[in-house]
């Protein structure tokens, strides 16, 4: 339950909904709770949006749960998940929400993260050492959401049918480095010079994501990627700008108490111990 502390707690994003309060004894669907009676929500603007569903129990909406339907996969990286009277149910347990809240999808809403790192260096290039620890820093590119504020991933929600290392790239492009603001010959310019970059990508995680905007019925999923720029010549030494749905960016040291939005913090540290384990081989 240590993923399940974020969509527990307090008002539900965009509202003022109140979570039902679920102890943690009782997240576990196998635990009785009988007094649960949590508020059925989901945000009048997404309906009719081509990215949502429509309604459970619309005529014509037959999702297939557990498959990929049509160009939208709706398997869970957590194993089958149950449908109960029609609808799923969050693998992880309670999160004191029922209906979709302001996710778009019933059961996993897909998402990409890139986790771009470098070495931190000194003006003489080379690579500096945590003073305590002696042990090479690494640094990441994180953003400032819009709407919570919170640093994070500069990652977004899979496009039907896109590829996901695709996403991931797409969204730090956006994100990042403000890709939908530029012209065409910018763009072109760009892929020459990253191309090859982003061809690179580790992955690094993929499961639950302990989003605020979780529900009993929807929540965030997602998929990491780390792009790493070892010598710092490539991405390491672009001029960041921050785009779409980011308000900030900017590189950031990888450290124990480094706080990121969701469990984004996780995602980094397992690249975080990676990358120090290639660094001494
Ligand atoms: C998180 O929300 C994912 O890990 C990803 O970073 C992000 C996707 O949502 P948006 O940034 O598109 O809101 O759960
Ligand atoms: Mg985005
Ligand atoms: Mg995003």
Same mark, same amino acid.
């Given at each position: 339950?240590?993923?399940?502390?974020?969509?527990?707690?307090?008002?539900?994003?965009?509202?003022?909904?109140?979570?039902?309060?679920?102890?943690?004894?009782?997240?576990?669907?196998?635990?009785?709770?009988?007094?649960?009676?949590?508020?059925?929500?989901?945000?009048?603007?997404?309906?009719?949006?081509?990215?949502?569903?429509?309604?459970?129990?619309?005529?014509?909406?037959?999702?297939?749960?557990?498959?990929?339907?049509?160009?939208?996969?709706?398997?869970?990286?957590?194993?089958?998940?149950?449908?109960?009277?029609?609808?799923?149910?969050?693998?992880?347990?309670?999160?004191?929400?029922?209906?979709?809240?302001?996710?778009?999808?019933?059961?996993?809403?897909?998402?990409?993260?890139?986790?771009?790192?470098?070495?931190?260096?000194?003006?003489?290039?080379?690579?500096?050492?945590?003073?305590?620890?002696? *042990?090479?820093? #690494?640094?990441?590119?994180?953003? &400032?959401?819009?709407?919570? !504020? %919170?640093?994070?991933?500069? @990652?977004?929600?899979?496009?039907?049918?896109?590829?996901?290392?695709?996403?991931?790239?797409?969204?730090?492009?956006?994100?990042?480095?403000?890709?939908?603001?530029?012209?065409?010959?910018? *763009?072109?310019? #760009?892929?020459?010079?990253?191309? &090859?970059?982003?061809?690179? !990508? %580790?992955?690094?995680?993929? @499961?639950?994501?302990?989003?605020?905007?979780?529900?009993?019925?929807?929540?965030?999923?997602?998929?990491?990627?780390?792009?790493?720029?070892?010598?710092?010549?490539?991405?390491?030494?672009? *001029?960041?700008?921050?785009?779409?749905?980011?308000?900030?960016?900017?590189?950031?040291?990888?450290?124990?108490?480094?706080?990121?939005?969701?469990?984004?913090?996780?995602?980094?540290?397992?690249?975080?111990?990676?990358?120090?384990?290639?660094?001494?081989?």
């Amino acid at each position: 339950i240590t993923t399940h502390i974020q969509c527990r707690g307090g008002l539900y994003p965009r509202s003022n909904i109140k979570r039902f309060p679920v102890p943690d004894d009782k997240v576990s669907w196998s635990s009785e709770y009988k007094e649960y009676q949590p508020h059925n929500h989901t945000a009048s603007s997404i309906h009719g949006q081509p990215w949502a569903d429509p309604n459970i129990g619309d005529p014509g909406f037959k999702p297939q749960w557990n498959k990929v339907d049509g160009n939208v996969s709706r398997i869970s990286y957590m194993g089958q998940y149950n449908i109960v009277n029609g609808y799923p149910q969050n693998p992880i347990g309670r999160t004191g929400i029922i209906g979709r809240g302001v996710l778009g999808r019933w059961g996993p809403n897909h998402a990409a993260d890139p986790v771009v790192t470098r070495w931190k260096r000194l003006e003489n290039g080379e690579v500096e050492k945590d003073q305590f620890n002696n *042990k090479p820093i #690494l640094q990441c590119v994180v953003v &400032k959401r819009r709407d919570t !504020g %919170d640093w994070a991933l500069p @990652g977004g929600m899979v496009d039907p049918g896109e590829k996901l290392s695709a996403t991931a790239i797409r969204e730090f492009q956006e994100e990042a480095m403000n890709s939908l603001e530029l012209g065409e010959d910018e *763009k072109l310019a #760009l892929n020459e010079r990253f191309g &090859k970059f982003f061809q690179e !990508g %580790d992955e690094v995680f993929k @499961g639950y994501i302990d989003d605020r905007r979780n529900t009993d019925n929807a929540w965030m999923e997602s998929i990491a990627y780390n792009f790493h720029d070892d010598n710092g010549s490539t991405v390491g030494a672009l *001029k960041l700008n921050a785009g779409d749905d980011a308000v900030g960016v900017r590189w950031v040291d990888i450290t124990p108490d480094l706080q990121l939005y969701a469990s984004h913090k996780d995602i980094v540290m397992v690249v975080f111990n990676k990358r120090l384990s290639n660094f001494y081989q």
